[in-house]
């Protein structure tokens, strides 16, 4: 493999989004392995490296451990039984799915409150009321259909 076919570690920090130093933390954990070094001794990264850091960042934002990832890259590694590996991760991941589903939906009504917030407090432009006060959060209210989003109900 030439070093043309190769990048170095800044390039495959940028098209991992990550940073130099979390690279070098991960070559550290034996997550990822240089090729080699170039002659200017910078370290040389396959682009499939890229993937597999982007998909041990996507493992770890669903609940895996660093160390769980390294166990189960050293299992594939030597060779343990397919089915026990594959059962165990397909359970983690599984888990992890639902994590992110519960997410999305959490988010999904916080965005639907905000917006709710959002379109009240844009019907409040340019009134006329001297003060902050009482007043507001009846208009609030009406301007709601009597259901004050969360988001205004925090400075109520």
């Known amino acids: 493999m030439s070093d043309t076919e190769l990048v170095k570690i800044g390039d495959l920090a940028r098209e991992a989004r990550v940073t130099t130093r ?17 002659d200017g001794g910078f370290r040389l990264y396959r ?10 960042l996507r493992l770890k934002e669903i609940g895996f451990s660093l160390d769980e990832i390294r166990e189960f890259q050293a299992q594939a590694k030597d060779g343990d039984l397919a089915f026990e590996v594959m059962g ?13 589903r519960d997410r999305l ?8 409150d905000l917006e709710a917030t959002e379109s009240v407090l844009a019907q409040c432009d340019g009134c006329d ?28």
């Open 129 to 156: 009321a001297k003060a902050y006060d009482g007043d507001c959060h009846a208009c609030w209210k009406l301007l709601a259909g009597g259901k004050v989003p969360a988001a205004l109900k925090a400075v109520m």
């Open 105 to 112: 939906e959490r988010l999904r009504r916080a965005l639907e």
């Open 88 to 100: 165990r991760l397909r359970t983690k991941v599984a888990a992890g799915a639902r994590q992110v």
């Open 22 to 38: 979390t690279v070098r933390f991960y070559e550290d954990l034996g997550l990822i392995r240089p090729v080699r070094r170039s």
């Open 47 to 56: 682009q499939s490296d890229a993937d597999r850091l982007r998909a041990v």
